[in-house]
C-alpha cells in the first residue's frame, strides 16, 4: 500500500522568505502522479502544483516549485517570495493512476508572519 | 468558473441520529470522490463514483454509511447512525474522467459535528 510521510507539522516563514517542505512516500509503482495541495483556513482544498513521475524536469508554477527525487521517494515544495495568503495546511499526495484516489499526507501547517 | 457545490456547509447532530450530505460536481465531471477528513489529519477516501457505479467504497464503513449517484450527476453521503467518531470534514470532489485534465477539484466541504 502506498503512503505518504510529511515530517513537519508545524512550520513559519517570513513573508518575502523561501520556505522548503518536505515529503516522502512509499509506493512500488514505476509511474504515478504527485501532488501539493493547499487548504486555506477555513476554505476548499486547491492544487497547488503537480507531478508526474515519469517527467525527470521538476515541475514549476510561479513562485511555487518541486524538487523530486524519485530514487530517494521525495518529493519537496519550495514556496518563494512567502506571502500572507500562502499562510494555510499544505498536503502532499499520491495518485497510482490518473483516475484513482489521491493519498494526501498528515499536513504542514505554514504561517507567513509579516 | 465551475466549481463542486457542498450542502449543507456545516451540520450538528445527536448520535444515533441520521445526517445526509449532497454534493453536485462540476458538469461533465463522470468520476466523483467523497473524502473524510479528521481535524488535523489529512483526507482519506470513503466511496469513488465513476457514473453511477461505485469503483471503490473499501474504506466505507458499510453499516452505517451508504452513498448514491443514481443518476451519475449529484451524489448523496448518509450515515445512520452518527456516532461521535464521525465528527469530520465531509470532502466532495469530481474529475473529467477521459481527458488529460486528471485533476481532482474539491468542493467546500461539509463539517459534520455530532454531540
Known amino acids: 500500500a502506498q503512503t505518504v510521510t510529511q515530517s513537519q507539522p508545524e512550520m513559519s516563514v517570513q513573508e518575502a522568505e523561501t520556505v522548503t517542505l518536505s515529503c516522502t512516500y512509499d509506493?512500488?509503482?514505476?509511474?504515478?502522479?504527485l501532488f501539493w495541495y493547499k487548504q486555506p483556513p477555513s476554505r476548499q482544498m486547491i492544487l497547488v502544483i503537480r507531478?508526474?513521475?515519469?517527467?525527470?524536469q521538476n515541475a514549476t508554477e510561479n513562485r511555487f516549485s518541486v524538487n523530486f527525487q524519485k530514487a530517494a521517494k521525495s518529493f519537496s515544495l519550495k514556496i518563494s517570495d512567502s506571502q500572507l495568503g500562502d499562510t494555510a495546511m499544505y498536503f502532499c499526495?499520491?495518485?497510482?493512476?490518473?483516475?484513482?484516489?489521491?493519498?494526501f499526507g498528515p499536513g504542514t501547517s505554514l504561517s507567513v508572519i509579516p | 468558473e465551475a466549481e463542486v457545490a457542498q450542502s449543507p456547509r456545516y451540520k450538528i447532530t445527536e448520535k444515533s441520529q441520521a445526517v445526509a450530505f449532497w454534493c453536485d460536481p462540476i458538469?461533465?465531471?463522470?468520476?466523483l470522490y467523497w473524502y473524510r477528513q479528521i481535524l488535523g489529519q489529512g483526507p482519506e477516501l470513503l466511496v469513488q463514483?465513476?457514473?453511477?457505479?461505485?469503483?471503490?467504497d473499501s474504506q466505507l464503513p458499510k453499516d452505517r454509511f451508504s452513498a448514491e449517484r443514481l443518476k451519475g450527476v449529484d451524489s448523496t453521503l448518509k450515515i445512520q447512525p452518527a456516532e461521535l467518531g464521525d465528527s469530520a470534514m465531509y470532502l466532495c470532489?469530481?474529475?473529467?474522467?477521459?481527458?488529460?485534465?486528471?485533476?481532482?477539484?474539491f468542493g467546500p466541504g461539509t463539517r459534520l459535528t455530532v454531540t
Open positions: 470532489a469530481s474529475s473529467h474522467y477521459g481527458t488529460s485534465d486528471y485533476e481532482q477539484y
Open positions: 509506493t512500488s509503482e514505476s509511474n504515478y502522479y
Open positions: 507531478q508526474e513521475a515519469y517527467k525527470q
Open positions: 499526495a499520491f495518485m497510482k493512476t490518473s483516475y484513482d484516489k489521491v493519498i
Open positions: 458538469s461533465g465531471h463522470a468520476t
Open positions: 463514483f465513476q457514473d453511477e457505479s461505485v469503483v471503490d
